[in-house]
């Protein structure tokens, strides 16, 4: 926590779910984090709750002067740039017999293009910080779901990602990991039918038992990890599983 002090951090998706709750964990270190979001209702609630340590732009990250004036924002904000978190990502489901190809496109552009042009554009930034980048997987790459496919290959192209942009950018200093988070309470669940209401409630603590600890994660515990993977100055390319046991397959 205490190296997270002083650390400027451009966090994707910070309005909400695991953006928000990873938001709330760097400035609770003391780092300087801009977050983002297309809706702005939800990024200004979210930058007033964080605070001047805070900053929130309205931006959708799949547009490329929107990618831009976001890097170049948090680089104003933090006066550099030492962590990129690509956390935005949209849910996309169906039997692959239905999938419509202007969904499947939109998903791909939004879950791997956008973070990838996003890495691209922050590089010089990263340089000059030794700095890191955490791209945001899924368990669904090791546990498959029926229906999932678009969303669990989006999540596989990110993990080649991660691999690939370690080997490409250790030589400038810049670490490149992925997380892979099992169940945790979030609005994308909610998208995909998981909600907050009591019934979709009900349903998403129905999958605990297929977690080997026998519960849902939560928002801080992904943050953690996160954190731990931007300050570990030997780890990159890695893949790690913060999923509670999920991906195991114990049932």
Known sequence: MKLLKGMSILVTGGGSGIGLGAARHFVAAGALVTICGRRQEKISAAAEELGKS????????????????????AVAHGGSLGALVNNAGNM??????????????????????????????????????????????SIHTRRAFPGASPYAATKAALESLTRVLAAELGERNIRVNCILPGAVFTEINQRAGLGDDETSLARLQGMAPLHALGRIGTTEEIAEAMAYLICAEWTTGAILEVDGGLGLGLT
């Open 92 to 137: 996309y489901r169906g039997s692959i017999t239905e999938l419509e190809e202007g969904p499947l496109l939109d998903i791909f552009n939004t879950n791997v293009v956008a973070g990838m042009m996003l890495a691209g554009l922050a590089v010089p930034h990263l340089e000059q910080c030794s700095g890191a980048v955490i791209f945001l997987g």
């Open 54 to 73: 805070c900053l929130g732009v309205v931006a959708d990250i799949t547009v490329g002067a929107d990618r831009e004036r976001l890097v170049n924002a």
